[in-house]
């Protein structure tokens, strides 16, 4: 076990890591089936990983492989505090991601996920990598790969780029997930910080079909007036599926 490895286990509260259990939906048939906490919160682990930050690769791999949570968590958050920072260089921002992307299969809760898109892979399509392996990841059966795909737009909206952001939410309208339907909500409010008239005119052509929860989270910043009327349209659209479901 690495040093990195012992400061959490010594952090670990085993009465916390029963209630993150039951949070992170970890039991049978749940998304978070299987996974294992310690018990950390997140400053606590992204103060181990800010000591560790020049682990190699292999280490941050076998650190993704672990079972429990809050371990996985450190890989993801040494990552992404190396890709924010602007010193790391082009060889190990590669590095990182190329392991980002290979092992996606451990980046496997909505928290690891948030964690790290962004700065993983968001900077990276910011930088110049294609941005194809965006809506490689959209168009994935797992889960996590496609909230991967529109969290990791959070980047580029703060750098003004909205195009992948809406394209992506519209792919994705049909997702049946709800942790999907909160990801691109999200997403969309935030793009709407950067063009409200842009975020109005995707809902103008999606609101009336898009998830309920979806619309809910994109219209948080709007004024009253024009969250009822969107979330009007939707009511419409329930209503008159309802009436069709009811005919003879």
């Avoid at 509260?13 to 998304?31: H, I, V």
């Avoid at 092992?103 to 962004?118: E, Q, Y």
Wanted: net charge negative.
């Amino acid at each position: 076990m690495s040093e990195a490895v012992d400061r959490l286990v010594a952090l670990a509260d085993p009465e916390r890591a029963a209630g993150m259990a039951r949070f992170f939906q970890t039991g049978p048939g749940q998304y978070g089936e299987g996974d294992v906490f310690l018990g950390l919160t997140v400053p606590q682990v992204t103060t181990v990983a800010k000591q560790h930050l020049g682990l190699p690769v292999a280490e941050l791999e076998d650190l993704l492989e672990d079972e429990r949570h809050e371990v996985r968590l450190l890989a993801l958050k040494i990552m992404a505090v190396q890709c924010a920072a602007t010193r790391t260089s082009p060889e190990r921002r590669r590095d990182l991601l190329d392991l980002y992307l290979r092992r996606t299969d451990r980046v496997n809760n909505w928290d690891l996920v948030d964690a790290s898109a962004p700065d993983v892979l968001g900077r990276a399509v910011l930088a110049g990598v294609p941005a194809d392996v965006l809506y490689r990841l959209a168009a994935s059966d797992v889960m996590w790969e496609r909230r991967i795909a529109i969290v990791a737009t959070f980047r580029l909206i703060r750098a003004g780029s909205l195009d992948d952001t809406f394209a992506l939410a519209a792919l994705l309208e049909a997702d049946p997930h709800d942790l999907m339907h909160k990801a691109v909500g999200w997403m969309l409010r935030e793009a709407g910080k950067q063009d409200e008239r842009r975020l109005l005119a995707f809902l103008d052509e999606h609101a009336a079909t898009m998830p309920r929860t979806a619309l809910r989270y994109s219209l948080e910043r709007l004024s009253p007036e024009v969250r009822a009327h969107y979330m009007g349209l939707r009511k419409a659209t329930e209503l008159s599926a309802g009436a069709r479901s009811h005919r003879p």
